[in-house]
C-alpha cells in the first residue's frame, strides 16, 4: 500500500500544489521584507531569508531523506568536518553529471546547517520563474548573462554582497559551464584536441572566465573551496533521477568532499585558469576510481578516509508536514468545491488550477532531465560553445 501512495499521481500532484503554494506565500513574504526591511535592516532581512529559503527548499530534501529514503554517503577528513563544515564562507566546485546532483548537493548543505544559505552563479532568466526563480533573486543569488564584460562586473559586485551575510555562505559555482552529457562530451573533447590540452573522460573541460573574474574578490571574503565529487554507482538498482526520488525509489549518492584554502590558489589570471584544469583533472581521477573500483580511493592519489552516512533530518520532516497541512487543507477545500459545485464555469476553474501545478511539476521535473539541459558548450557550425 505504502509503494502505491508513493506512485500515485494524485499524491504527486499534493507535492506540487503544497510545494508552489508554500512557494508563493514565501515569495510574498520575502518581497515585503525585501522592500520593507532590507533598506533599513540589512543583517535582520538576511538572518530571516535564511529561515525562509530553509523553509523552501527543505520540502525537495525532504523527498531525498524521508520520502524515497535515498542516502548521502560523504567522504571527508574529520578534521575539516569538526573545524571548518558549516563555520565559514565557501565556494564549491562539483561536477554537474546528474540530474539530482543539485539535490545531493542541497542534502549536504541541510546536514551542514546551511541550506537556508546555499547560493549559486545561474542563468539570468530563471529569476523571472515563480516560487523557485523568485526565491532565489530575493535571496540574492549570482545571476549571470553569459555575456563576459557585463558578468565581470556583476560578479564582484553580488560577491561582495553575498559574502556580507552575518552567519556562512557556500556559493556553488558549476565550472563546466552545463550539465555533462554525450554530446556535449564530444564536444569538450574535441576543444582539448584542439588546443593540445588534456582530455577529461567524465567532465567537460572548464570554463576558467567566471572562476578567475570571482578569484580576487573570494580571496577577500572566502577562506576556503570545497571541491566536491559525486558519484553513484552504476549497478543500482534505480537511476539518480528526479522521477524516481518522486515516486518513493531510493539511490544512493557518494560524495568526496576536500577543502583548499583559497589563499593557496595562484592570483594571475593565467595561472588560476591552469590551476582550474588541473583540479578537473584530478576530478577525473577520482571519478574513474570509483567507476572501476567502487571508492574514490584505490586508483587516485588521495588518501583514504571512511565514508560518513548522513541521517536525515527530523527539520525537513516536520516543515514539510505543517506545509502540507497549511497549503493542502484550503487549497484541496476549495478545489473539491469547485469541481462538484454543478456549474461549468467554476468546474472549468477547478480543472484549470489543477492543470497548472501538473505542469508547473512536469516543467520542474523535466527542467532537471539531462536530455532537457543547456545548449550551452555544444557545438554549432563547427564551433564549440565552450570557447
Known amino acids: 500500500m505504502v509503494s502505491n501512495i508513493k506512485e500515485s499521481k494524485f499524491v504527486h500532484l499534493c507535492f506540487a500544489i503544497s510545494f508552489f503554494t508554500s512557494g508563493l506565500i514565501i515569495n510574498a513574504i520575502q518581497c515585503i521584507l ?20 530553509y523553509s523552501f527548499y527543505s520540502q525537495i530534501v525532504f523527498i531525498a531523506d524521508w520520502w524515497s529514503s535515498s542516502k548521502l554517503y560523504i567522504y571527508i577528513d574529520d578534521e575539516i568536518m569538526q573545524k571548518y563544515v558549516g563555520k565559514e564562507h565557501v565556494l564549491l566546485m562539483m561536477n554537474h553529471s546528474y540530474e539530482i ?57 553580488q560577491i561582495n554582497e553575498i559574502f556580507d551575510y552575518p552567519d556562512p555562505v557556500w556559493l556553488l559555482l558549476n565550472a563546466e559551464g552545463t550539465r555533462f552529457t554525450q554530446s556535449k562530451h564530444e564536444a569538450s573533447i574535441k576543444f582539448a584536441r584542439d588546443r593540445g590540452m588534456p582530455e577529461l573522460k567524465h567532465h567537460l573541460i572548464p570554463r576558467s572566465k567566471g572562476f578567475t573574474a570571482s578569484l580576487p574578490y573570494l580571496k577577500n ?51 588560476a585558469s591552469e590551476w582550474l584544469q588541473n583540479l578537473f583533472r584530478e576530478k577525473d581521477e577520482l571519478q574513474e576510481s570509483f567507476h572501476k573500483h567502487g571508492d574514490f580511493f584505490t586508483g587516485s592519489r588521495f588518501k583514504k578516509v571512511e565514508p560518513v552516512l548522513q541521517k536525515p533530518s527530523l527539520a525537513t520532516l ?37 492543470t497548472i501545478f501538473y505542469l508547473l511539476m512536469s516543467k520542474t521535473i523535466g527542467m532537471s532531465k539531462i536530455a532537457k539541459g543547456s545548449s550551452y558548450g555544444a557545438v554549432q557550425n563547427g564551433k564549440s560553445k565552450s570557447e
Open 34 to 53: 525585501y522592500y520593507g526591511l532590507k533598506p533599513f535592516n540589512k543583517r535582520l532581512y538576511r538572518s530571516i531569508g535564511y529561515y525562509l529559503c
Open 318 to 354: 516536520l516543515n514539510t508536514v505543517i506545509w502540507s497541512i497549511v497549503t493542502l487543507t484550503p487549497m484541496l477545500y476549495y478545489l473539491v468545491r469547485l469541481l462538484f459545485s454543478g456549474e461549468l464555469l467554476y468546474f472549468s476553474i477547478g480543472v484549470a488550477i489543477i
Open 101 to 157: 546532483d543539485w539535490l545531493i548537493g542541497w542534502m549536504f548543505c541541510e546536514k551542514s546547517g546551511v541550506l537556508g544559505n546555499c547560493k549559486a552563479y545561474a542563468k539570468k532568466v530563471i529569476q523571472y520563474i515563480p516560487a523557485v526563480g523568485w526565491s532565489w533573486k530575493f535571496a540574492e543569488f549570482v545571476f549571470l548573462e553569459r555575456s563576459y564584460d557585463k558578468d565581470k562586473e556583476i560578479i564582484g559586485r
Open 221 to 271: 571574503k572566502c577562506p576556503g573551496l570545497y571541491d566536491i565529487q559525486l558519484a553513484f554507482k552504476a549497478d543500482d538498482k534505480y537511476e539518480p533521477t528526479v522521477a524516481n526520488l518522486l515516486h518513493g525509489r531510493p539511490v544512493n549518492g557518494y560524495m568526496h568532499v576536500r577543502r583548499i584554502d583559497m589563499k593557496t590558489i595562484p592570483d594571475g589570471e593565467e595561472e
